[in-house]
């Protein structure tokens, strides 16, 4: 009779057996490159994602990694419970590799070189994590994420800068608090939430993101959040204006937004008034004197009352451009080009134009800045695209929606620590995470003790290893000369020049020296 032991079921029914009490002795296996022999080496002190010990270096000598766990309102009562920052090291570690469900952490918990770089004895199973913070007041979460986010990004405020509004969808599969069907162009019929977020474009940084039920996609369950937001702050720290789409240029926003004289710059829904305006100015032609603008749009200003408005906005901007060919609705079964939504296409003078129709409160901008301001808004689009397929946006779902919340207010915050990190050596450009997580995360690192020095040696498998390594090394030592260089100032004043040192473009001077380390561009362009 055979003494052959039948292979363990990842999913036994009944009992359980035994787990082994051992790794098995070594063993041959086959491959296309011929037989090797296979030995399994108890707890090696490897980890896949060693080249993140530099992103760690970057989150210990800003002093951001400290603030982040100390004001964490979780707290344990029991001598058996994990510790504060091993929770949320998971939790970072998590994020910042690209996972986006909270199973894809027990894939975390034996890295044991990666705990040793964040401080912690171990990281924690998805169970620990996700209960973390069922029983923590959901007032007590909103101020420590909000002071942490707020911290990324404050001194950035002080300059000219456009605050971009948007909502974006999260599908859901489960029973989940507030999932409920609404605008859903991905799943149509399928349970959802809605992230209502406000974003620095020209930073690339989320400000802030709200989770709501799915049937609430519309600008006015937007509106609580985005005004507290400005109240709660100076005037200084406004944005020179805001910018949204057509599901923004409601009469609520641009009241509230008129209350306050913050200037406002939206595109307007296709609505018969607006329609009849575009075909009274068609038949008009060349008589209604447009203005060409930039990459083949003209436009001009005019007066315009919907229906549902309190008055008449006096400022109206009209953009339109000439087309090779008509192009028909979007859907229809055709050869021609479809037409983008919110675009009216009429006829003038024999030619076929695509119109734009904008809404604005500020009088002061020239039609050519405005035409281009509300163009630069799809670097916005760029942004939710990024966070829901190469972030965390997508996942991370528990059944209340407090939890859920959390998380994606935590992605948005370690999205912005990783954009902030990653334009200290590409002289402040943005890259995303599609091109720089296999360059600067994924990296096979072994942790090695001797003579009570901790050695860590790296390998990478990316085809420009060396250029990496310049760009890593050069990183770390600009932050830390950086720093040694500015000790007289404290922590905030610190940050802040280390800010306007990465932001440069921000405050309309040029590359100051020095601000891009490493290679001026290692990593391929994507």
Known sequence: M????????????????????DFPAPHRIYTFGGPVKACWEPAPAVTRHGLLAYFIDFLKVSNTWQEFVESCPLT????????????????????????????????LSGDAVMASLFGVKKLRSQDSVRRAFERIDDDALTQWIDQQMDRTFAP???????????????????????????????????????????????????????????????????????????????????????????????????????????????????????????GRLAKQGDKAKWQKTEQGWESLETTLRLNGWTRERRVMIVSRRKLAEPKVEAGLTTNKQPCLPGMIIEKSGGDWYEYSVLVTSWEEMDLGRLTQEYRNRADAENMFDELKNQWGWSGYTTQDLKRSQLMARLVGLVYNWWGIYTRMGTGGQHREAITTRPALADGVAERTEHAREVKLEMTSLHSKAKKIAAFLSGISEYLHKFLAG?????????????????????????????SSVGPASPLPAG
Not at 486 to 514: M, N, S, V
């Open 2 to 21: 055979s003494d052959f032991n039948p292979c363990l079921a990842f999913h036994p029914q009944g009992e359980p057996p035994t787990a082994p009490s």
């Open 156 to 278: 950035l405020l002080e300059l000219d800068w456009v605050l971009d509004l948007d909502a974006t969808i999260k599908v859901l599969y489960g029973d989940q608090e507030a999932a409920q069907l609404g605008y859903n162009p991905t799943k149509p019929g399928r349970p959802s939430h809605v992230y209502q977020a406000m974003v620095l474009a020209a930073g690339k940084l989320v400000l802030n993101v709200d989770t709501q039920a799915g049937n609430q996609s519309a600008s006015e369950y937007a509106q609580p959040t985005l005004f507290g937001w400005l109240d709660a702050r100076d005037r200084k720290q406004w944005p020179t204006f805001i910018r949204g789409d057509n599901a923004h240029a409601s009469e609520r926003m641009m009241v509230e937004a008129e209350k306050r004289q913050l200037p406002y710059l939206f595109k307007l829904r296709q609505t018969p008034n607006v329609s009849r305006t575009i």
């Open 76 to 107: 344990y009562s029991s001598n058996n419970s994990p510790a504060k920052a091993e929770i949320l090291a998971t939790i970072v570690y998590s994020i910042l590799i690209g996972q986006h469900r909270y199973a894809h952490m027990n894939a």
């Open 486 to 514: 500015a000790t007289q100032l404290d922590e905030k004043e610190r940050w802040r020049a280390l800010l306007r040192k990465i932001f440069w473009f921000f405050y309309q001077q040029p590359q100051p020296p020095g």
